[in-house]
C-alpha cells in the first residue's frame, strides 16, 4: 500500500507560479513512476506529466509544456510539480499518483496508476 498526500495549492493570478509536492509513504518510493494528474469541474481526470522512478523519463502533456516540470527526490519520497506561467485554464484538482512499476507508458493515463493523493486545489484567476 502506498500513501500520497498533496500539499502546494492554493490562488494566484495568471501569469504566476506554484509548486506543488506530493509526499510518499509505504511502497518504496524510488520503484514506483509517479504521476500528476488533473481534473477540471465537469471534465474527465487527465495527466499532466509523468517521471520515471529515477526521474530519467518525463512526460507532459502538449498544454503544459514548457511551463510545467516534474521532478523526484527519492531521499525524501517527494515528487514535485513546478507551475510557472500558469493560465486560467490549468485551474483544477491536482492529483499525484504512483505506479506498481518503474516506468512510464508512452501515453500515461488514469489506468495505468494504483494510489492516488487526495487532491490539492489549483485556481488561476484572470
Known amino acids: 500500500q502506498v500513501q500520497l498526500v498533496e500539499s502546494g495549492g492554493g490562488s494566484v493570478q495568471a501569469g504566476g507560479s506554484l509548486r506543488l509536492s506530493c509526499a510518499a509513504s509505504?511502497?518504496?518510493?524510488?520503484?514506483?513512476?509517479m504521476g500528476w494528474f488533473r481534473q477540471a469541474p465537469g471534465k474527465e481526470r487527465e495527466i499532466v506529466a509523468a517521471?520515471?522512478?529515477?526521474?530519467?523519463?518525463?512526460k507532459y502533456v502538449d498544454s503544459v509544456k514548457g511551463r510545467f516540470t516534474i521532478s523526484r527526490d527519492n531521499a525524501k519520497n517527494t515528487v514535485y510539480l513546478q507551475m510557472n506561467s500558469l493560465k486560467s485554464e490549468d485551474t483544477a484538482v491536482y492529483y499525484c499518483?504512483?505506479?506498481?512499476?518503474?516506468?512510464?507508458?508512452?501515453?500515461?493515463?488514469?489506468?495505468?496508476?494504483?494510489?492516488w493523493g487526495q487532491g490539492t486545489q489549483v485556481t488561476v484567476s484572470s
Open positions: 499518483a504512483a505506479r506498481n512499476t518503474g516506468w512510464i507508458p508512452s501515453k500515461p493515463n488514469v489506468q495505468d496508476y494504483n494510489y
Open positions: 509505504g511502497r518504496t518510493f524510488s520503484s514506483s513512476a
Open positions: 517521471i520515471s522512478r529515477s526521474g530519467s523519463n518525463t
